[in-house]
């Protein structure tokens, strides 16, 4: 099992960058493929970004890609979310996600353990 806490969100004008973490708990993070996926109020949980466990694949909803960028340290179990060139309808709240030995699905049902959230709020 693993337990995920997430970082580093908060309130930004729009241009700004924020870099959240999520940190996990366990001894077999490196097995984890993690995503980030977010939830604005009043619409569903959607994709961000996902990196495989095996570290060299990443995948991006269009909406962030040439914006975020995903990557992960196994040896701190971290994964990151550098998000760049933020826009209004980027608020909401983000969620850090596992899956083990996953294959980087964009669904979130794919992945099994999930952190709290932590809110990013992007002004305009």
């Known amino acids: 099992q693993v337990q995920l806490v997430e970082s580093g969100g908060g309130l930004v004008q729009a241009g700004a960058s924020l870099r959240l973490s999520c940190a996990a708990s366990?001894?077999?993070?490196?097995?984890?493929?993690m995503g980030w996926f977010r939830q604005a109020p009043g619409k569903e949980r959607e994709f961000v970004a996902a990196?495989?466990?095996?570290?060299?694949?990443?995948n991006y909803a269009d909406s962030v890609k040439g914006r975020f960028t995903i990557s992960r340290d196994n040896a701190r179990n971290t994964v990151h979310l550098q998000m760049n060139s933020l826009k209004p309808e980027d608020t909401a709240v983000y969620y850090c996600?596992?899956?083990?030995?996953?294959?980087?699905?964009?669904?979130?049902?794919?992945?099994?353990?999930w952190g709290l959230g932590t809110q990013v709020t992007v002004s305009s």
């Open positions: 996600a596992a899956d083990y030995l996953g294959p980087g699905s964009v669904g979130a049902d794919s992945y099994g353990y």
């Open positions: 366990g001894r077999t993070f490196s097995m984890y493929t």
């Open positions: 990196i495989r466990w095996t570290g060299s694949s990443t």
